[in-house]
């Protein structure tokens, strides 16, 4: 029997690349298939293979035997079929599609031509399947939404067997109408990665470009990472960053961790060294471990990445989210501690000065604490995964 993981395994985007790795640490069986928009290989930066969903969807659309599939996290709930498809390539047609269907109040043909590109054929939203039996065990890990519209529109969701997701207002409106035992609040499966990777460990897996940083800058050194529509405030993070190394005398690394469409940190990270006035430098495409080890390794952590954050929390490393995003807004208020719980993510303007708050008065036994917490509490969720899929595994039908 074979067992389904359903993520964005298709694009160069850590997160997403990282979570297939920690569910391994996990399951029971080797015989695990992972499926993604489209057919992808990330091997060579230590991630998965991906066959695309229209495989998965053929394979499993008239299945009368046991199945186990499970969607791998991220923020899949009410992530329809056009937005997911953008991540893969720039859809200047399908944004053209939403605008005009939203200025004349017709109905937005994106999601149907995302659909037929991709070749998916069950619905809107793409990470919700329909089970195709009974015998089919269907759990969701620790996943997140930017959903706003009625959940129970969702027809998947009604289906899963278990459901963890990782912020609480979408727990609260969930827990409404689904089965409260079926349904947890976890924080994200990354939180176990300085467990699994443990500091020390790290730079036997990193490559000789990625180990040159921290022996360059064995002093220590900031990381910065941000999207690439933070464009617009080019001028207000550059002034802000040389702020900082004058204050802290740190030197910073740019570092890209997605490089997809609508991530494409690269961009800004380019321009920025060309232009820091202060000693800086950039890490180019890297694996997974490389992301991991500079983060773990780093006085600091910066960056609109919710996963550079996570990570950062994971081993104890201080940290300040940019940008006003929801999603990673939400996750440092309601996981973090003092003064990230209570900042949340900062404007571009106030980088520096939340930068410093946070090196000034974040108590580091309570950033080692709250690291073990978290692990602990996404260990259990994953672990009950795990019993999950053994018990199934074991049980006749």
Request: charged share 20%.
């Amino acid at each position: 029997m074979e067992l389904a993981i359903l993520g964005a395994f298709d694009r160069y985007n850590y997160g997403d690349l990282l979570f297939p790795l920690i569910l391994h640490k996990f399951l029971p069986g080797t015989n695990i298939m992972h499926y993604g928009l489209s057919e992808a290989d990330f091997t060579e930066i230590g991630s998965v293979q991906a066959k695309p969903f229209s495989e998965f969807f053929n394979k499993y659309k008239n299945s009368n035997s046991k199945n186990v599939i499970i969607v791998a996290g991220g923020s899949v709930v009410g992530t329809r079929a056009a937005i997911l498809y953008s991540f893969l390539k720039h859809t200047p047609i399908l944004n053209l599609c939403r605008y005009i269907s939203k200025i004349l109040h017709l109905p937005n043909p994106a999601d149907k031509i995302a659909q037929k590109k991709l070749n998916i054929t069950w619905g809107n939203y793409p990470f919700f399947p329909v089970k195709p039996n009974n015998k089919t065990l269907l759990i969701y890990n620790a996943v997140g939404d930017n959903f706003k519209g009625n959940l129970q529109e969702i027809d998947g969701l009604k289906d899963a067997d278990y459901l963890s997701v990782r912020n609480k207002s979408l727990f609260d409106r969930l827990k409404c109408f689904l089965d409260k035992e079926k349904l947890a609040l976890s924080p994200d499966s990354a939180s176990v990665i300085s467990s699994l990777w443990p500091k020390k460990s790290l730079k036997n897996l990193m490559t000789p470009e990625a180990k040159s940083i921290l022996t360059d800058f064995k002093d220590g050194y900031i990381i910065f990472q941000a999207k690439a529509k933070t464009k617009w405030h080019f001028r207000a993070i550059r002034k802000q960053l040389n702020r900082l190394y004058h204050e802290t005398k740190l030197p910073i690394v740019l570092l890209s961790i997605g490089r997809a469409c609508r991530h494409e940190d690269h961009i800004l990270s380019e321009r920025l060294s060309q232009k820091l006035s202060v000693p800086s430098r950039t890490a180019n495409v890297m694996g997974l471990h490389d992301i991991m080890g500079l983060i773990a390794h780093s006085s600091m952590f910066i960056g609109t990445s919710l996963h550079g954050n996570i990570t950062a929390m994971s081993y104890a490393v201080p940290h300040i989210g940019i940008t006003p995003i929801r999603k990673l807004d939400h996750y440092l208020k309601h996981w973090d501690i003092e003064p990230v719980k209570t900042m949340g993510s900062v404007k571009v303007s106030h980088l520096c000065d939340a930068a410093l708050t946070v090196l000034q008065n974040t108590d580091r036994n309570e950033l080692q604490k709250n690291a073990e917490r978290l692990n602990l509490l996404s260990s259990e969720n994953l672990k009950k995964i795990s019993q999950l899929v053994q018990d199934y595994l074991n049980c006749s039908y």
